[in-house]
């Protein structure tokens, strides 16, 4: 991540800064802190959770938290297709859609679909799942989903961006309204030169 920060800015011609190695990590760090925070935890918490501690149970629930990855490929292409300025495109347009219909299922619905699996697997109704298992595990879930949320929002806010269509550029004001340019056109008496 820290490469492609360093060479972004170097393509932007800002390679002839006299930026020390140490200046750019720091510039690096003040902008892109949660996401390093996000893959540091990654690396020494999650990974020793699931390899080490949880003693071989649990491979359906950690199966489950892997797919939320299956949006990653859509995200990093619209993070390509901006910077490369392509985010007109029609690639853009269904990456986009794509994302947001993989986020969604895989990263929001995944924690409804983990509790409901629980519940037919125990016979509980999904409403009492929450209520049957350990705080610590609502706790977990609770944490893990709350960014998602988070991005999820960010997300529906860039689609609509994306999708909302252009607002057309009106024309000055005559007589407190606004005029339609090509009837303004038909009825202005006026000779055109």
Known sequence: MFLCYWHKYKVKGHDTC?????????????????????????VTAC????????EGKGDFFLGCL?????????????KVLIQYKKQHTLLHKVNGLLMLLTFFSCRILLFPYMYWVYGQYIGLPLLKVPFSIPWQYNLGSAFLMA???????LICRGACKLFRRPKPKEEPLRNGHVVDSYAAKAQDPRPVN
């Open 18 to 42: 006299s930026w020390s190695t140490l200046t750019a990590v720091k510039c690096y760090l003040k902008k892109e802190l949660l996401m390093v925070l996000h893959h540091v935890v990654m």
């Open 47 to 54: 990974f020793p959770i699931t390899i080490f501690w949880r």
């Open 66 to 78: 892997l797919m939320a990855e299956l949006s990653t490929p859509f995200v990093c292409l619209g």
């Open 147 to 153: 960014p998602q949320v988070y991005w999820f929002f």
